[in-house]
């Protein structure tokens, strides 16, 4: 398994990465259509290209986490909370009735 080299993502930019998404989910799903029609020559294609998915998926969400968060709304842009209707108060319930022992 040292021989195999694994693809590496991170040089990749977002659209890039996206198209290479696509392709292996086509490519995974065709994969499970000829097992269903047919033999499949090579088996280990599905685990590799399922762990390729992740890879990308990984990298994708690690970018997602490391791009700066848009700045918060001003206050004065909110809708007061005087201005919105009040939700009515849910109605309390009544306790049930225990039904008497039996002697």
């Not at 195999?4 to 990465?17: A, H, Y």
């Not at 290479?20 to 280990?44: A, C, D, I, P």
């Not at 919105?84 to 109605?91: R, T």
Request: proline share 11%; no cysteine; hydrophobic share 40%.
């Amino acid at each position: 398994m040292a021989d195999k080299k694994k693809k590496n993502f991170r040089d990749l930019p977002d659209e890039d990465l996206r198209k290479e998404l696509g392709g292996l989910s086509k490519s995974l799903h065709g994969l499970r259509t000829q097992t269903v029609t047919s033999t499949v020559e090579n088996k280990s294609l599905f685990r590799a290209q399922r762990r390729d998915i992740a890879r990308i998926l990984t990298e994708l969400r690690a970018r997602e986490l490391k791009a700066p968060k848009p700045a918060p709304k001003p206050a004065a842009a909110a809708v007061p909370a005087a201005s919105k209707p009040a939700a009515p108060a849910p109605a309390a319930k009544a306790p049930k009735k225990k039904a008497a022992a039996k002697p």
